[in-house]
């Protein structure tokens, strides 16, 4: 099906429309028939739209995750998440970061790269395949949202490598 004909196709489906008219403090209903819409293009919401748009793309446009870019940046992963992967990532919000702001100082470079690659998963994988972590499970906070090259789940805890 080519672009035009698969923007605007429809089909005609039997519907109930109602028109009412008075008779006698009675009303009188007919009904009519209407046409549906058949929709056959998802549209993403405007922070999802990965119109070549890289997972770390996605991420500098996302504030709440300016702590996790922070750490990528400082991690020196900017370029390995912005090839071609696919990659899936479970990105920690800015508050998911707040809940071990005392740790992070404490940590090695090594040990912070540890924990930010134990968020990527080789590969496009679903919500419920998070890796083991040491603390308890995290809630998706939003996701999937697609990448150019992958998937992107927010979620609201830093998983620390079991």
Known sequence: ????????????????????????????????????????????????????????????????????????????????????????????TNAAFENIAAVLPTLSPQDVTDILLHHVVPGVVPASAIPATTNTPPSTVDGPIPASNGVVYVIDQVLIPA
């Open 1 to 92: 099906m080519n672009n035009d004909t698969k923007q605007h196709h429809q089909e005609t489906l039997p519907r109930r429309k109602f028109a009412k008219a008075a008779v006698g403090g009675a009303a009188i209903f007919t009904a009519t028939q209407w046409t549906k819409p058949v929709v056959d293009t998802l549209i993403l919401p405007a922070h999802a739209q990965t119109s070549g748009s890289t997972i770390v793309d996605l991420a500098l446009a996302t504030p709440d995750l300016s702590t996790l870019v922070d750490l990528l940046v400082g991690a020196d992963l900017v370029e390995t998440l912005s090839g071609p992967g696919p990659f899936t990532v479970f990105a920690p």
